[in-house]
């Protein structure tokens, strides 16, 4: 079943939780400054980490028989980034999903509900609106590593905690032109603003009109569940654009706005069980189908809100 098959069909899909994180803060693994966790796929005790994390969601996953998507390594491993890093773009995108595609295909049968998205990530922090790209910088800026990540056989497209309106149309133009089913996701406030004054919704508008094909459909991610919730009220949570076009969530564990979060010295979390039931609510009030974590989270996380999905009806 083709990635945009399986998200008409099934009710509910989940997404891997933190890997960059956990990496820093769980197992105190030396990132590379540039390229973050890519490397990682070229040395053993990076590969075993890393194919670690990937397994325990996966197995979450399958224990449930609930589909799920995982991302590429490549969130840093744009064209300026491997240039400084003296390191082949083609190659190490090429190999990141080779590195996932081996994983999923040691699941055997289960293989068939795991879906491998080419992740990207914006050109500066995700956490600086101001240092977002313009629209035509994001497109050429980003185009080369999107195209090598389609022509590297992934299922979707992933452009992941973007803050700004003007770099995600180009990343969503350059996204389009592959022909691969894609999928947006933004960082936003309670207010249901982007970080760039944006409104959520508005957004989504102006994206959808701009590709020549739309994203398959659009998330968020980096924010709390309690922050999407707040968000639904302040846009108003019968606007037609959020039940047609929102489809989920990548949630922090903590729910401390991006400014709090980026001077943090240890780590911030709500509970399994409560970001669980957050994110349970969401799935029931809003239909959000699509449903995984991000800083802050871990296997635990995952397994706290599956089971929720698996015990009630």
């Not at 400054?33 to 053993?44: Q, R």
């Not at 508005?202 to 991610?221: E, W």
């Amino acid at each position: 079943m083709t990635f945009k098959k399986a998200v008409n069909f099934y009710p509910h899909i989940i997404t891997e939780g933190s890997i960059i994180e956990r990496l820093k803060r769980e197992f105190n693994y030396p990132l590379d400054d540039t390229l973050s966790n890519a490397l990682m796929i070229y040395n053993e005790t990076g590969e075993a980490l890393l194919e670690k994390i990937y397994r325990e969601y996966i197995d979450i996953a399958e224990s449930s028989d609930l589909p799920i998507m995982l991302l590429t390594p490549t969130w840093r491993t744009n064209k300026e980034r491997t240039i400084n890093a003296n390191v082949d773009m083609k190659t190490i995108n090429s190999d990141a999903f080779l590195f996932v595609d081996t994983i999923r295909k040691s699941y055997s049968n289960f293989s068939e509900k795991i879906y491998i998205g080419g992740l990207t990530g914006c050109k500066g922090d995700a956490y600086k609106p101001e240092e977002a790209l313009s629209e035509n910088d994001s497109y050429h800026f980003h185009k080369e590593q999107i195209q090598v990540l389609a022509d590297a056989g992934v299922d979707f497209l992933f452009a992941s905690t973007l803050p700004a309106l003007t770099e995600a149309i180009g990343i969503a133009k350059a996204m389009s032109e592959t022909k691969k089913d894609y999928v947006i996701s933004f960082v936003i406030r309670d207010n249901g603003k982007l970080l760039d004054g944006t409104l959520l919704t508005d957004a989504i508008k102006i994206i959808d009109d701009s590709a020549s094909t739309p994203p398959l459909f659009y998330l968020t991610n980096c924010i709390h569940p309690d922050v999407l919730h707040k968000s639904f009220i302040n846009l108003n949570d019968e606007d037609a654009i959020l039940k047609k076009r929102l489809f989920g969530i990548q949630a922090n564990a903590s729910d401390k706005s991006p400014e709090e979060l980026d001077t943090l010295e240890n780590l911030d979390a709500d509970s399994p069980s409560n970001w669980a039931r957050g994110m349970f609510d969401l799935n029931k009030k809003y239909n959000l189908k699509i449903l995984g974590g991000c800083c802050g989270t871990d296997a635990r996380y995952i397994s706290s809100v599956v089971n929720l999905l698996k015990s009630t009806p």
